[in-house]
């Protein structure tokens, strides 16, 4: 499968030109796989989540809390992922081809909207995500390329999930893997959601 992508990139001519890529999907939907694949390519440099950070911040483990109770901690926890994800997108870059796991982007036209939707965010707190959104990408160009979607179904990922075993994954249930999905789906393939920074190739 991942030689298959790499010839996929390959095809989109991601080897001829510097380039920001974007590696999308849902949660335990194969992107730290192929980013490791990747990682062993001398001209690429490979930017994970920085889901160490969200686990501690001076001691605290925003991750964790947002999980066991998103009304109070969605908020909270998606400010610190907006700051480290534009911090990844800003890094002065090392190499020709720079990957990336998920972006800024996904940050809040999937996971933000997931939560105000499923009704676990309040409004007040959506408008003020919504906003300090909108001024970064309006007043701080963030280069994007190339978003790859690794497209997976929801069940799939269940299954891998319960298999890595990942403390704060442990509470996530079928239904949420579910609606991440469907957020995916009419971002990337239906588009019919939120603007695309960038084409999509669809893995």
Known sequence: MLS????KLVRNGVDNKAAVICIEGNIASGKT???EYFSKTSNIEVLTEPVS???NVRGHNPLALMYQDPERWGITLQTYVQLTMLDRHMLARSSFVRMME???FSAKYIFVENLFKSGKMPEVDYAVLSEWFDWLTTNISIP???IVYLQTSPQTCHERLKQRCREEEKVIPLEYLESIHQLYEEWLIKQSSSPLPAPVLVS
């Open 102 to 104: 998920r972006s800024i």
């Open 33 to 35: 796989t192929c980013l």
């Open 4 to 7: 298959s992508f790499q010839g």
């Open 144 to 146: 994007i390329d190339l």
């Open 53 to 55: 950070k969200w686990r």
